[in-house]
Every structure is written in C-alpha cells, then in structure tokens.
C-alpha cells in the first residue's frame, strides 16, 4: 500500500506561480510512476502530467506544457508539481496518484486533493 498526501494548494492571481507537494509513504519501493490530475467543477477530471518514479522524464499535458513541471524527489519520497503563469482555467482540485502494485491496474492509490484557485 501506498499512502499520498498533498499541500500547497491556495489562492492566486492570473499570471501567478505555485507549487504543489505530494509526499508518499508505506510502500514506496513499489512506486513504477507517479501523476497528477485535476478536476474543475463540473467537469471531467483531466491528466496534468506524470513522471517515472526511478527514472524520471514527466510527460506533460498539452493543456499545461510549457508551464507547469514535475520534479521528484526520491530521497524525500516527494513529487511536486510547479505551476506557472496560471490562469482562471487552472481552477481545480488537484490530486496526485501512484501507479504501484495492490493499486490494481493503472494509477490506484490516491491522495485526498488540493484546492487550487486562480483569481482573474
């Protein structure tokens, strides 16, 4: 099992930067990758980016590349996501997940979200 807990989320104004944690705990040897997802109000929740855990090489979404990053960091067991320029359309809660055996096929261990609100 794999335990995930994420920070940083907050209120910020278009154009402002934040950065997000998500820090894993239990079994995190089994960690193969690691993503986050956002989910607006009303919508559908959407991909924002995923990294290998061993390896790294995050693979962004087309709707974020070019401003938003993930960075690991294994020493910490601690993934984050480093939003910039952002804009009224990045309002969501933001979670992460792990792809790790007992999670079932895909990205099945969850953390609890963080809400992240961009002001225009």
């Known amino acids: 099992q794999v335990q995930l807990v994420e920070s940083g989320g907050g209120l910020v104004q278009t154009g402002g930067s934040l950065s997000l944690s998500c820090v894993a705990s239990?079994?995190?040897?089994?960690?193969?990758?690691v993503a986050w997802f956002r989910q607006a109000p009303g919508k559908e929740r959407e991909s924002v980016g995923s990294?290998?855990?061993?390896?790294?090489?995050?693979n962004m979404s087309d709707s974020v590349k070019g401003r938003f990053t993930l960075v690991r960091d294994n020493a910490k067991n601690t993934v984050y996501l480093h939003m910039t320029r952002l804009k009224p359309d990045d309002t969501a809660v933001y979670y992460c997940?792990?792809?790790?055996?007992?999670?079932?096929?895909?990205?099945?261990?969850w953390g609890q979200g963080t809400q992240v609100t961009v002001s225009s």
């Open positions: 239990g079994r995190t040897s089994s960690i193969h990758a």
């Open positions: 990294v290998n855990w061993r390896f790294g090489d995050p």
């Open positions: 997940a792990v792809h790790a055996p007992g999670g079932g096929p895909g990205y099945g261990f």
